[in-house]
């Protein structure tokens, strides 16, 4: 079993930054595709942004690219989600997600809200 714990949301104003952080207990954290979805009050959850297991090829969703930035560190089996100027339209709660062949592992989320 996977234990993904997520941490950095809060409260923000308008254009202001929050990085996130996803901690794996996987000892083959390195080997996984990783990355963030979001959901807002109402909505359905929406990716954001993923990363390869070395790090070197990310993608981002169209309202996320030039914003924020994915990393990981697997020395520290942590994944970090860099997000400047922000908007409301970005609050919502924010989930890690590692795909393990066989299926994906969530975090538990982490609420970002950003006031206007």
């Known amino acids: 079993q996977v234990q993904l714990v997520e941490s950095g949301g809060g409260l923000v104003q308008t254009g202001g930054s929050l990085r996130l952080s996803c901690v794996s207990s996987?000892?083959?954290?390195?080997?996984?595709?990783m990355g963030w979805f979001r959901q807002a009050p109402g909505k359905e959850r929406e990716f954001v942004a993923a990363i390869s297991g070395d790090g070197g090829t990310t993608l981002y969703a169209d309202n996320a690219r030039g914003r924020f930035t994915i990393s990981r560190d697997n020395a520290k089996r942590t994944m970090y989600l860099q997000m400047d100027s922000l908007n409301p339209e970005d609050t919502g709660v924010y989930y890690c997600y590692a795909d393990h062949s066989g299926g994906l592992y969530w975090g538990q989320g982490t609420q970002v809200t950003v006031s206007s």
């Open positions: 996987s000892r083959t954290f390195s080997d996984r595709v």
